[in-house]
């Protein structure tokens, strides 16, 4: 039903630039906010970056600021994160999210995608 696919990953030297995207299925995506999550290999996941339902606002980790760039484009249920500048440290899986808070949440993941930095 609730599909999440991330893409876009890939190896990138540092400095280098990458977009990822995230499509969605099965929901009705313009109510929902978007989050892009990372998880590198020993750490804890952290948030990315943020986008409300009604892409009226974005908040980013003060590491991602200024640098990335989260957006949405519903009529093709798709969010999107411009990774700039990137660094070794930006190695990591970059997960997608989809919440919906009611009655009852709505959380939905996708299957992350690994993004490399490395010369």
């Known amino acids: 039903q609730v599909q999440l696919v991330e893409s876009g990953g890939g190896l990138v030297q540092p400095g280098g630039s990458l977009r990822l995207s995230c499509a969605a299925s099965g929901l009705t995506f313009r109510t929902y906010a978007m989050t892009w999550y990372r998880q590198a290999p020993g750490k804890e996941r952290e948030l990315v970056a943020h986008i409300t339902s009604a892409g009226g606002s974005t908040n980013y980790a003060d590491s991602m600021k200024g640098r990335f760039t989260i957006s949405r484009d519903d009529a093709k249920n798709t969010v999107y994160l411009q990774m700039n500048s990137l660094n070794p440290e930006d190695t990591a899986v970059y997960y997608c999210?989809?919440?919906?808070?009611?009655?009852?949440?709505?959380?939905?993941w996708g299957q992350g995608t690994q993004v490399t930095v490395s010369s």
């Open positions: 999210n989809a919440r919906r808070e009611g009655l009852f949440l709505r959380d939905y």
